[in-house]
């Protein structure tokens, strides 16, 4: 009625130890999470400075609904990436993983154990639009970084899944993965690179000679989960693109 859309989500979890298999609880309050933080009202919008007050999402109006949890136990102990290609067995039944449950109409998230990879560990990866439908399409993250309740600080308030959720609806990093780059929305400030632990504001970068006041806090950024609280109107209208009836995951709409 408010023009939400409502995605329906598959978690798929795969664990060889206990704390890999991450409870009903935990995934319950990622899903709140995602909800929270996708229409604003995350607690901490507080902390949005003046400055950026004017450009914030509000309400993205993109909504979550857990369908089903679908587990299986492995004997692997890690999800290792190489620097080209991140690992993608956890997504197939022939690798010792989990087929996607109906890829265009669900979301699927798959939750693995640590994923090692020649840059450290990875938290999380998603495919972009580009993707939908295909057997390797929706979101995989480590379990460590599931939910609040017993995840591991400072990648322990889910936000590593709202990050990833953005990609999942088309959006790049804030510093469009390159000194300067572009991420293509025009309301989040261009900025050098990414942003690491937990940034103080104001930050100011130079990028082809414009002094700006770096926008740390987006989730599309790197910060610490604790430092992560807003998406833009920008990003709105591009996640809300990408579920509308004529975008690349409209098959998400009930
Ligand atoms: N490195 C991952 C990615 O590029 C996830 C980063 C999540 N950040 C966080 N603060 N939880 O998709
Ligand atoms: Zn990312
Ligand atoms: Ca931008």
Known sequence: ADGSVEIPVIVNVIYRTAAENVSDARIAEQ??????????????VSKIPTEFQGVK??????????????????TKTEWRSTSTTTNKNMKRASTGGID????????????VGTMPSPTGEILGYATFPESAG??????????????????????????TATHEVGH?????????DANCGDDLIADTPTQTTNNVGKPTYPLYNTCYGVKRSVMFMNYMDYSDDDTLYMFTAGQK??????????????????
């Open 168 to 176: 999942y609806l088309g959006l790049r990093h804030i510093w469009g």
């Open 57 to 74: 999402a509000g309400d993205v109006k993109v909504k979550f609904r857990l369908v089903n949890t679908i587990r299986k136990s492995t």
């Open 100 to 111: 996607a449950t109906n890829p265009t109409n669900y979301f699927n998230i798959w939750i």
């Open 31 to 44: 899903i709140d999470v995602l909800n929270a933080d996708y229409a604003g009202t995350n607690s901490d």
């Open 134 to 159: 295909t057997w390797e399409d929706g979101v995989v993250l480590g379990s460590r970084f599931v939910g609040k309740t017993g995840a591991s600080s400072p990648f322990n308030l889910g936000r």
């Open 237 to 254: 209208t591009k996640m809300q693109s990408v579920v509308a009836s004529s975008g690349a995951r409209s098959g998400l709409r009930v």
